[in-house]
C-alpha cells in the first residue's frame, strides 16, 4: 500500500510538468500515424514502429524508406547519423540515473528528446522519490506518443486528405524545444556550440551528411570543456 502511495504522489508530481509533452506527442503522434496510413501501413504498424522503436524523428524519416523499398544498409546508416545525438544524452545522464537500480532500463529506452529536456533540468519535489519521479516523467511521455500514434494510424485509415507538410511538425517541436533551453543562461554556451558545429557541418558535408560530423565535433567540444572545467 505504501508503494503505492507512493507511485501515486510521483505520478501527480509528474503529470503536470509532462503536459507540454502530452500536446506535443499526441499532435505529432497522429500526424506520424496518418502519413503511415497515407503510406499503406495501417494502425498496427505505427503502433509497432512506437512501441518498439520510439524514435520519434527516425519513425518519420523512414517513412519515405518504407514507401521506396526497404534497404537494410541505408536504413542503418540513416538512422546512426539522426539518432547519434543520444550519445550526447546518454553521457550527460550517467550521474543523474546513478544509483536507480532496475529503473535504469526503463529510463534509458525511453529517453527522447523532449523527456530529456525534462528529467535533465528537473528535481522531484519534497517527499517524492527521484527513482518514482523521473520514471512516472519517462513513461508518462512514452504514453503519450504511443498514444497518438495509435490515433493517428486510426484516423488514418478512415479518412483520406492531403498530409503534405505534415512531417513539419517534428521540425516545429524541436524549435520549441531549443528555444525553452535558450531562456537559460547557462545552457546557451552548448545550444550556440551546436549551432556552430552544425554550421560548419553543412559547409564542409553538404545537407545529407552533416549530422554525423556534426554530433563529433559537439561531442569533442562539450567533453573537452568538461575536462577542462574539472582540471
Known amino acids: 500500500m505504501e508503494r503505492t502511495e507512493r507511485l501515486r504522489s510521483a ?8 503536459v ?8 505529432l503522434g497522429v500526424a506520424y500515424g496518418v502519413l503511415m496510413a497515407a503510406n499503406g501501413y495501417g494502425p ?26 526497404f ?3 541505408q536504413a542503418f546508416l540513416l538512422t546512426l547519423m539522426v539518432n547519434a ?15 536507480l537500480g532496475w529503473a535504469r ?15 535533465s533540468t528537473l528535481d522531484p519535489p519534497e517527499g517524492v522519490a527521484r527513482r518514482d519521479f523521473f520514471l512516472c516523467v519517462s513513461l508518462l511521455d512514452y504514453g503519450y506518443w504511443v498514444t497518438g500514434t495509435t490515433l493517428g ?13 505534415l512531417d513539419f511538425a517534428l521540425t516545429a517541436l524541436f524549435v520549441v524545444l531549443f528555444l525553452e533551453q535558450w531562456k537559460e543562461r547557462e545552457r546557451r554556451p552548448a545550444g550556440i556550440t551546436g549551432i556552430a558545429c552544425a554550421a560548419v557541418s553543412l559547409a564542409v558535408f553538404g545537407a545529407d551528411n552533416l549530422v554525423i560530423p556534426a554530433m563529433i565535433m559537439i561531442l569533442a567540444i562539450l567533453l573537452g570543456g568538461r575536462k577542462l572545467t574539472c582540471a
Open 85 to 99: 545525438r543520444h550519445i550526447l544524452y546518454g553521457l550527460s545522464m550517467l550521474e543523474r540515473y546513478k544509483g
Open 71 to 73: 534497404e537494410p544498409l
Open 20 to 27: 507540454p509533452v502530452l500536446t506535443g506527442y499526441v499532435c
Open 153 to 165: 494510424g486510426l484516423l488514418g485509415s478512415v479518412l483520406t486528405f492531403n498530409t503534405a507538410g
Open 105 to 119: 532500463f526503463p529510463l534509458i529506452y525511453t529517453l527522447s528528446d523532449e523527456t530529456f529536456s525534462l528529467v
Open 44 to 69: 498496427l504498424w505505427s503502433v509497432l514502429m512506437s512501441a518498439v522503436g520510439f524514435c520519434g524523428s527516425m519513425q518519420y524519416a523512414v517513412i519515405p524508406l518504407l514507401a521506396a523499398g
Open 11 to 18: 505520478l501527480r508530481a509528474a503529470f503536470p510538468v509532462t
